[in-house]
């Protein structure tokens, strides 16, 4: 599972090592009930991509994520790392095996301070009941100073923006050393600012050797950020797309039917 990850126009250089994971989801099915939300899907996460699950409102992009990170058992297929099928029992698997999920609502406690959150998200206890803030404090200003996060470790989160609690939720899974970062609708509570801070963000990560699984229906974001393209429809893989694509193909492709966008752009809202 430790590779080197160089990155190209650097020279080897041993502290620049991280371990890079190849994330597998093969023959994924997930039924709640009658309802078939996710129907065989197959997706190859590559090391370092920013690899997006386009598809509209009830495709089944949140339940295929909530498998990956271990939430939810599928009824069939298997998930794959470096080749080599994994079981997740619960989120703790899927953290120890490198995987973390900033969720579509954030799951911060907005009393406590940034610290205190990323160290109850990450169990750094120095005796059972007792976090190991200065640790963490110190581990958020690392990361925060690498990525330019600009957060605060005594801040209380129910005192910052939207986009710095997503950073903060970010940090959480960094912290827990997440190899592949799985976002969910991320932008959705963004502003437009905000979302530009965020693809930046991504952008960093990725060239850092962290791998993303954006969740979006928006193609602009899309479009700017993937590196790979897997479009779901009803709880099915319909096909990949490339972000070189037009946004008609790609909202085509997403919707299953002809869409006319006029001067080839989206609507807001796509
Ligand atoms: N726990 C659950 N129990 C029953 N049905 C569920 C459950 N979770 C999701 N579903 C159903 O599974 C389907 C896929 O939902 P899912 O939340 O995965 O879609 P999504 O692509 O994430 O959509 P959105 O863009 O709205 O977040 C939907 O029909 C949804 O109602
Ligand atoms: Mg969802």
Same mark, same amino acid.
């Given at each position: 599972?430790?590779?080197?990850?160089?990155? *190209?126009?650097?020279?080897?250089?041993?502290? #620049?090592?991280?371990?890079?994971?190849?994330?597998?989801?093969r023959?994924?099915?997930?039924?709640?009930? *009658?309802?078939?939300?996710?129907?065989?899907?197959?997706?190859?996460?590559?090391?370092?991509?920013?690899?997006?699950?386009? @598809?509209?409102?009830?495709?089944?992009?949140?339940?295929?994520?909530?498998?990956?990170y271990?939430?939810?058992? %599928?009824?069939?297929?298997?998930?794959?790392?470096?080749?080599? %099928?994994?079981?997740?029992?619960? %989120? @703790?698997?899927?953290?120890?095996?490198?995987? @973390?999920?900033?969720?579509?609502? /954030?799951?911060?406690?907005?009393?406590?301070?940034?610290?205190?959150?990323?160290?109850? @998200?990450?169990?750094?206890?120095?005796?059972?009941? /007792?976090?190991?803030?200065?640790?963490?404090?110190?581990k958020?200003?690392?990361?925060?100073d690498?990525?330019? /996060?600009?957060?605060?470790?005594?801040?209380?989160?129910?005192?910052?923006?939207?986009?710095?609690?997503?950073?903060?939720?970010?940090?959480?899974?960094?912290?827990?050393?997440? #190899?592949?970062?799985?976002? +969910?609708?991320?932008?959705?509570?963004?502003?437009?600012?905000?979302?530009?801070?965020?693809?930046d963000?991504?952008?960093?990560?990725?060239?850092?050797?962290?791998?993303?699984?954006?969740?979006?229906?928006?193609?602009?974001?899309?479009?700017?950020v993937?590196?790979?393209?897997?479009?779901?429809?009803?709880?099915?893989?319909?096909?990949?797309? +490339?972000?070189? +694509?037009?946004?008609?193909?790609?909202?085509?492709?997403?919707?299953?039917?002809?869409?006319?966008?006029?001067?080839d752009?989206?609507?807001p809202?796509?």
């Amino acid at each position: 599972m430790l590779q080197p990850h160089i990155p *190209s126009g650097s020279c080897p250089d041993a502290s #620049r090592l991280v371990r890079v994971l190849k994330l597998e989801l093969r023959g994924i099915t997930k039924r709640f009930g *009658s309802l078939l939300a996710n129907d065989h899907i197959d997706v190859v996460v590559e090391p370092g991509q920013i690899h997006c699950l386009l @598809g509209e409102n009830g495709a089944g992009k949140s339940t295929l994520m909530n498998v990956l990170y271990g939430l939810y058992e %599928p009824s069939e297929g298997e998930i794959l790392i470096d080749d080599k %099928p994994v079981f997740f029992r619960g %989120p @703790g698997d899927a953290m120890a095996a490198g995987i @973390g999920m900033v969720h579509q609502h /954030f799951m911060l406690v907005p009393v406590f301070t940034v610290a205190e959150n990323v160290a109850l @998200g990450a169990e750094t206890t120095k005796a059972v009941g /007792f976090l190991n803030l200065e640790d963490t404090r110190r581990k958020i200003k690392e990361i925060s100073d690498r990525y330019g /996060f600009a957060v605060d470790p005594d801040a209380l989160v129910e005192d910052l923006p939207v986009g710095v609690q997503q950073r903060v939720e970010i940090i959480k899974a960094l912290v827990r050393d997440a #190899r592949v970062l799985i976002l +969910d609708e991320p932008t959705a509570v963004l502003t437009p600012q905000e979302t530009d801070e965020l693809l930046d963000i991504m952008r960093q990560l990725k060239s850092g050797g962290t791998s993303i699984v954006f969740i979006s229906h928006k193609l602009r974001e899309v479009k700017a950020v993937s590196d790979t393209i897997t479009v779901i429809r009803r709880g099915k893989v319909v096909g990949s797309a +490339d972000p070189g +694509d037009s946004t008609t193909a790609l909202a085509s492709m997403m919707v299953g039917r002809a869409v006319s966008l006029t001067l080839d752009k989206a609507p807001p809202n796509l």
